[in-house]
């Protein structure tokens, strides 16, 4: 099943810089060998199903696999016709070699460093496109700047992100290196405090406007939109927690979920079910009905996986879903 060539309409001021993305992206932290590892075989073969079923954005970063999830990406897609697809990855993190400590990624012998200094992001960029055999990436990302990953020493990092690192990326954006710049983040607060400072062409905003929360983004949202900034909605499914299609997953932003947070999230699938709509569809559907949504962004390891996503995206809603959710207070009004 393939996906519409396009997302719904939106304002040509959001495609000035990050272009036509396709409605659904892959997100590549997965064949990144995240949490678990991924024969390369299936990660090439998932790569290769999501580009024929339209999926034609893929967003990556080396910090995925230190590297591996950029270098598997540069290998599927090294031929096919560039200009049929487009690439984001990110800066902030270099790979070095040697054992750290476990993030996740079941990866030896590699690990990452924050780098928000020029010469990080310049160094970062140049293995970036090796490793995508590419001459170009479409957008590049600031990785992960804001108080969740720096804690107490966040205002350093934005000091230097917006000394260094976002004018470094404006130079590769004027030069032609990328098209389009933004950052890449799972909370609200640093957009607000990146966005009104700097100019961005996008923000990759990981799980905080989804189907199951838009409290957390409501500021950001209305003020990427009123800027022309295009947001990519990521991380849908709130790290699995609306992923699976018979009741809610054991996890919620990247940690084991609550006892509330499964309970809310059950009424989810209980209205789902009376509506006989698969609840996965509707996470990631949801996004791209706010006009500065450009893409969804889902984790992607396997064939299997990419052809439920895109039967999902592709299946059509009731109008009574969204009136049911929202009359019980689960979606904004």
């Not at 405090?193 to 199951?212: K, S, W, Y």
């Not at 390891?301 to 207070?329: F, I, K, N, Q």
Request: proline content about 5%; some cysteine.
């Amino acid at each position: 099943m393939s996906l519409p060539s396009e997302a719904p309409d939106r304002p040509d001021r959001l495609r000035s810089r990050v272009g036509m993305l396709s409605p659904l992206s892959f997100g590549a932290a997965p064949i990144g060998n995240l949490y678990a590892g991924v024969e390369d075989a299936v990660a090439q073969a998932a790569i290769g199903e999501a580009f024929e079923a339209g999926i034609t954005h893929f967003d990556t970063a080396p910090y995925y696999g230190y590297g591996l999830s950029e270098s598997r990406l540069g290998q599927a897609l090294a031929g096919m016709d560039r200009h049929r697809f487009t690439l984001s990855t990110k800066v902030g993190r270099l790979v070095e070699q040697g054992s750290a400590s476990d993030n996740g990624f079941a990866v030896q012998g590699r690990h990452a460093v924050f780098d928000y200094s020029r010469d990080g992001v310049m160094r970062s960029v140049e293995e970036s496109l090796h490793r995508l055999r590419t001459d170009h990436v479409d957008i590049l990302l600031l990785h992960d700047i804001g108080s969740l990953v720096h804690a107490e020493h966040a205002p350093a990092v934005l000091r230097q992100a917006l000394d260094e690192a976002l004018p470094a990326m404006a130079s590769l954006r004027d030069q032609g290196i990328c098209r389009a710049i933004g950052i890449g983040v799972n909370e609200e607060s640093v957009c607000l405090e990146v966005m009104p400072r700097f100019e961005l062409d996008t923000i990759l905003l990981a799980g905080r406007f989804t189907l199951f929360e838009q409290a957390q983004s409501r500021r950001a949202m209305a003020m990427a939109y009123r800027d022309g900034v295009a947001v990519m909605a990521g991380a849908p499914y709130n790290s699995g927690l609306l992923g699976a299609g018979d009741g809610p997953g054991a996890t919620y932003n990247y940690e084991p979920a609550s006892e509330a947070i499964r309970a809310r999230a059950q009424r989810y699938y209980d209205i789902g079910r009376a509506e006989h709509v698969d609840i996965g569809a509707a996470a990631l559907q949801f996004p791209l009905m706010h006009p500065a949504v450009a893409t969804v962004v889902c984790g992607l390891r396997s064939p299997e996986e990419v052809h439920a996503a895109t039967r999902r995206m592709a299946t059509p809603l009731p109008a009574t879903l969204w009136a049911r959710l929202r009359d019980e207070g689960l979606v904004a009004a």
